[in-house]
């Protein structure tokens, strides 16, 4: 297990976990949010390869329409 910090909160997730993983974990719609990992944006391309590891900080931002 690997200890990340996710939108501010310490969670547990499983070594080797993807962002995607990750996303579907938490039945977050990817096409919806922009990733920020350790204050980078993360590109939607990147997120089956880049792998969480401990002590990451993930920030998940969900887009909302509105006018």
Do not use: C, P, W
């Not at 997730?13 to 350790?38: C, P, R």
């Not at 993360?42 to 909302?64: G, L, Q, T």
Request: net charge positive; hydrophobic share 40%; no cysteine.
């Amino acid at each position: 297990m690997a200890k990340i910090q996710l939108n501010g909160r310490k969670i547990s997730v499983k070594q080797k976990l993807s962002i995607t993983g990750l996303l579907t974990k938490y039945k977050i719609d990817h096409k919806k949010v922009a990733i920020e990992l350790n204050g980078k944006i993360i590109s939607k391309n990147m997120y089956k390869k880049k792998i969480i590891k401990a002590n990451d900080k993930i920030e998940v931002v969900h887009f909302i329409g509105g006018g």
